[in-house]
């Protein structure tokens, strides 16, 4: 069962690619499957999925909680929507690069600042930074929109350098499915740059630095380099989230740099278990499809939400994929048990 | 001069308030090592009960009665927190600390859809009392008096607590348990009823702040998540765990924030943010706080 633990061996590389190949190959079905609505939500999820990823490299490995992460994610997609709004670009893949050399500038001047403290002062400085970039978003609204936001219509935007275009009758259920494949393709190198990431000795010095700092640094490894780069890689993975979530979500509005987004994402990450590989991956997309049932159901879905944030850590700190693994080890120790004599 | 005269009293009544938020969020970090996510709720909820209260009450006795409803909402914080702390927190103390955290972000929208459930959508006012008192002339502009009111509880409540903290014998084993819980429990503390006691403490102030704020400002949803922010900003600049450090903090936060309104709005908070996070730099434990 240790094929996606990050203290894999050789082994783990193989077995790691049995499981993800059908997971891939029904992910890539499952829109001939759907409705278009529910290609969407699965594709909001995989979105989270790449920011929870990228978050995962610092509380999972890194031993370091941000409290914001909605920033980064919120830089890429504001670059997204500036570009639409200032340069009238209309292509995916440049919105890709610009949000990724804008995030990339911010994330390393506010990683430089952060990475020195841990533990609490550490979230407070990064929920702290996060929030200037709120203020800025919410109160500069002759530049941003404000609250109103900018809009982005996928009508006006083509996917790989022009050769898709989403113009016409149906192109709504033409843009839902296409952005669904470019996510999934987009996501897939992600989880393989991450899992490559984890696994190289920079993962390994990173969970060394989470383990022990103190022997880390006998065993000369720079740690406050090593956490600048894994602080630097979360955030770009979030802020290539943000990008792609903002032609799918048609708007953008302050409310995605504000910080109860950098909760949601925390809770995402310890809903699929963060002690995991893959939970940050799952708990993403539970989380999307829970909070979208709990907001058409109930006017209280915020305490919905609560409920199950409180229950998850009292009954199930290690989270969905954390919890499974756990039956499974304890099963398979169970049958081991019964076979001997 | 006027206007500046008015400001400066604007600045001291925001401090006021926003003092007693931060020093209950200081004094729970201080003892328990919660960062209380749900702290600004707490505040909400203290504003929404006393302002629902008032105003039920408003048609049917005297004015000065209204005065001693004020505390009500403190007061039911107080008894929130009291049944909050054993029952959600207690179990996760053996735990890392980010589960804490995310305890209290899950309080936090439990806290804010509940009052949206109790007290409804629309916000919710205690105007009465502020129109009872009038207002008074200040160089030629007027000011109400309920704010003056205001600022002389905050400085009351900050004196009262700090004699509380520094002068009683629960003072000496709530300071015990925040140096060393292990020794303090060693000598025979009864460390699980200082954690009640301070956490109960900690909500009752925030609380406080929002029965004493809700005749002049109304309690709507979402000032809460406003209000922690601040107060988080607050006790960055002052020190957590420190109450010299809530006023310090508080008191420089409001005339910031005053003097932005008036000559810098865009930037007005992200100046703030800007200053807590510099503190952090050069002092990350605050102005006063102890590492």
């Known amino acids: ?341 | 001069m006027d206007i500046l005269a008015v400001q400066f009293l604007n600045s001291i009544f925001y401090a006021s308030i926003l003092f007693l938020i931060a020093a209950g969020l200081s004094l729970i970090y201080g003892v328990m090592r919660i960062v209380n996510l749900a702290h600004g709720a707490f505040y909400a909820l203290g504003a929404y009960v006393t302002a629902w209260t008032i105003g039920h009450a408003v048609a049917s006795v005297h004015f000065s009665i209204l005065f001693l409803l004020l505390p009500v909402g403190a007061v039911a914080v107080a008894a929130v927190g009291a049944l909050i702390e054993p029952l959600l927190l207690r179990p996760l103390y053996g735990r890392p600390e980010e589960y804490l955290l995310l305890v209290t972000f899950g309080l936090l929208l439990i806290l804010e859809d509940a009052m949206h459930f109790l007290f409804g959508g629309m916000p919710l006012t205690a105007g009465a009392i502020m129109d009872s008192l009038g207002s008074f002339p200040v160089l030629g502009l007027r000011y109400p008096v309920y704010n003056v009111l205001v600022i002389a509880i905050g400085a009351v409540a900050a004196a009262l607590l700090w004699a509380f903290v520094y002068r009683t014998r629960f003072g000496v084993m709530l300071r015990a348990t925040s140096q060393d819980r292990r020794m303090a429990s060693a000598l025979g503390l009864d460390v699980r009823r200082v954690y009640v006691q301070a956490f109960a403490l900690g909500c009752f102030i925030a609380g406080l702040g929002g029965a004493i704020v809700v005749p002049s400002q109304a309690a709507v949803l979402g000032m809460g998540i406003d209000a922690l922010i601040l107060a988080f900003v607050v006790v960055v600049i002052g020190g957590l765990g420190s109450l010299e450090g809530a006023l310090i903090g508080a008191l420089l936060v409001s005339f910031v924030r005053t003097a932005g309104i008036q000559f810098f709005p865009e930037i007005e908070l992200a100046v703030l943010y800007l200053i807590a996070a510099a503190v952090l730099l050069v002092r990350p434990t605050g102005m006063f706080g102890k590492a």
């Open chain 1, 1 to 341: 069962m240790s094929l996606l633990r990050p203290t894999g061996d050789g082994l783990s590389v193989k077995r790691s690619l049995a499981l993800a190949a059908p997971l891939a190959v029904l992910l890539a079905v499952i829109p001939q499957l759907v409705d278009a609505y529910m290609t969407q939500l699965l594709t909001y999820g995989l979105i989270f999925g790449i920011a929870a990823l990228g978050f995962n490299l610092l509380l999972g490995y890194t031993g370091l909680l941000s409290f914001g992460h909605s920033a980064y994610f919120g830089l890429g997609a504001y670059t997204a929507a500036f570009m639409v709004k200032y340069l009238g670009v209309g292509s995916m893949e440049l919105y890709i690069l610009g949000g990724i050399a804008v995030t990339a500038v911010v994330t390393a001047a506010f990683g430089y600042v952060c990475v020195g403290y841990t533990r609490i002062f550490f979230g407070i400085l990064t929920l702290a930074l996060s929030q200037v970039l709120w203020t800025l978003a919410y109160k500069f609204f002759w530049v941003t929109g404000g609250t109103d936001g900018i809009r982005v219509a996928y009508g006006k935007m083509t996917l790989l350098a022009g050769l898709v275009d989403f113009t016409g009758p149906g192109s709504y259920q033409r843009f839902i499915g296409a952005y669904y494949y470019y996510t999934l393709v987009l996501f897939a190198l992600c989880v393989v740059l991450m899992w490559v990431i984890v696994h190289s000795p920079f993962g390994k010095a990173l969970q060394a630095i989470r383990d022990n700092e103190t022997r880390a640094r006998f065993l000369g490894i720079g740690v406050r380099k090593y956490r600048l780069i894994a602080f630097l890689i979360s955030g770009l993975f979030a802020g290539l989230a943000g990008t792609l979530w903002v032609p799918l979500n048609g708007l953008v509005t302050p409310d995605i740099v504000y910080w109860p987004f950098s909760g949601e994402i925390v809770f995402m990450t310890v809903l699929g278990g963060f002690r995991t590989f893959s939970g940050p991956i799952i708990g993403a997309i539970v989380f999307n499809f829970l909070k979208t049932y709990a907001v058409a159901s109930t006017a209280y879905w915020q305490a919905a939400l609560g409920i199950v944030l409180v229950i998850l850590v009292m009954a199930l700190p290690a989270g969905i994929v954390g919890g499974l693994k756990q039956v499974a080890g304890a099963w398979r120790a169970r049958g081991r048990g019964d076979g001997a004599p």
